[in-house]
Every structure is written in C-alpha cells, then in structure tokens.
C-alpha cells in the first residue's frame, strides 16, 4: 500500500470548517482513500472512502485532486467533539492479497477549540 | 444494532500470568480483526478471519499470542506468559464484506492491557 503523509497537529476554531490535507504522491490506479479518526479512548471510526471522485457523507466530505496523489477531509461545521486523530489510508481494493489489512500512520491530531 | 463488544475494558496482569480478551463482532459481520495499538503508536495488525477459511496470522509477534473464532462468531485473543511488552490497546473489528472498496471495518473500544 502507498504510504502517506499527514501534518502531525492542527487545530481548528468551533464551528468552522477544518480541512485536514493527505499526501499520497505513490498512490496507485487501483488504490482508494479512506479517513478513519480515533477519538481518545476510542477504537477507529470510518469516516469516508473515494477513489478519485469527492464524495460527501453525513460526517464529511472528501476531496481528491486530479492527479490523486492528495486529498482533503473536510468537516464543514467542526464541533469539540471532532477533536480527535485522523488517520488518512490508502489501500488497494481488490480481490486477492492482503488487502485487508488497514495501516495506521501516524495520522493527525485535529483539536478543536472553543 | 450493538457495534463490536469487546471485553474487558481493562486488564491489570502481572507478568508470567495468561489473559484471554473477547471480542463480539456486530452480527452478520463475516470478518473479524485483532490490532494492537501500543502507547502513541499507530495500530498493528494481529490476525484475521473469514469465514471457515484459515486465519491470517502473519501479525501475530510471538507464539505467545493465538486467537480462535468459534462459529464464526465471538473471538477471543489468548497472551500466554504475558510480558510488559505486551501492554497495549487490543482492538478488535468486524466488517460485512472483506475485499472490495467497501471494507469497511468497525472497531470496538478495545481492551486495555497492562502487564505489571
């Protein structure tokens, strides 16, 4: 799988938007994208997966750029309760292999405040 | 419905003793996961399950560490001769399907293992 590349920490003012960026410039054709975020004391959450389209959920939305070797998870209305680790991963989605597995980097700490 | 349960939420041990952690999956998940997750490291992946297929347990660190799954369901992680090493967050996940873009694995809380 790609490796990727997360800012460690950002912090983000209550009720606005927070873009947490991903770089994935080894980014295969057959490999998505996918966020999770571990809130303290809590196992991973799926957030949001995309292959080159965005797409939008009811927690985010995902941005890919063209070239897919980035991407943004945007939260539109960040609340304390988004405080938390955002894991972004990238893994080949197709029969066969390990795929399975999920690889957790180091992610990035988004903090949101008051 | 009831997300992945897993038990206990923590664990004290002292060092030598074996600790068996339980996890279950949300109902109707085929798969099952085991991670660890070690003080400010990133998750670690244990072992797998599929169905009836044999597991994947390339993950696990030592043959300290087994796993079962009975009837395709509740799984439970065994450490023998538990060492301070293996102080952790155990983290157990369940998906619907296991290949394609929709692998989507839901996590329990995870078990908190501490070995004095």
């Known amino acids: 799988d790609a490796k990727t590349t997360q800012p460690p920490s950002m912090d983000c003012a209550e009720g606005r938007a927070a873009n947490l960026p991903c770089n994935h410039s080894t ?18 959450q799926y957030i949001i997966h995309g292959l080159k389209n965005n797409e939008t959920n009811e927690m985010a939305s995902l941005i890919i750029t063209e070239d897919r070797k980035s991407s943004t998870l945007i939260l539109p209305h960040a609340t304390l309760r988004d405080t938390a680790v955002y894991y972004c991963i990238v893994r080949v989605a197709s029969s066969g292999g390990s795929n399975y597995k999920l690889t957790f980097g180091k992610g990035t700490l988004l903090t949101v405040n008051p | 419905g009831a997300g992945v349960s897993q038990s206990p939420s923590n664990k ?23 991670y660890r997750q070690s003080l400010g490291q990133g998750l670690e992946f244990l072992i797998y399950f599929q ?59 995870g078990t908190r293992l501490s070995v004095l």
């Open chain 1, 27 to 44: 980014i295969s054709g057959n490999e998505y994208v996918y966020w999770y975020r571990q809130i303290h004391s809590q196992g991973p």
């Open chain 2, 12 to 34: 004290v041990t002292e060092k030598g003793k074996d600790v068996e952690l339980r996890c279950d999956p949300i109902s109707g998940h085929t798969a099952l996961y085991w």
């Open chain 2, 51 to 109: 169905g009836n297929s044999a597991p994947d347990k390339s993950g696990l660190p030592s043959d300290r560490f087994s796993a079962e799954r009975t009837g395709g369901s509740v799984s439970t992680l065994t450490i023998q001769r538990t060492q301070q090493e293996d102080s952790a967050v155990y983290l157990c996940a369940s998906s619907p399907e296991v290949l394609g873009s929709k692998n989507i694995q839901y996590f329990g809380a």
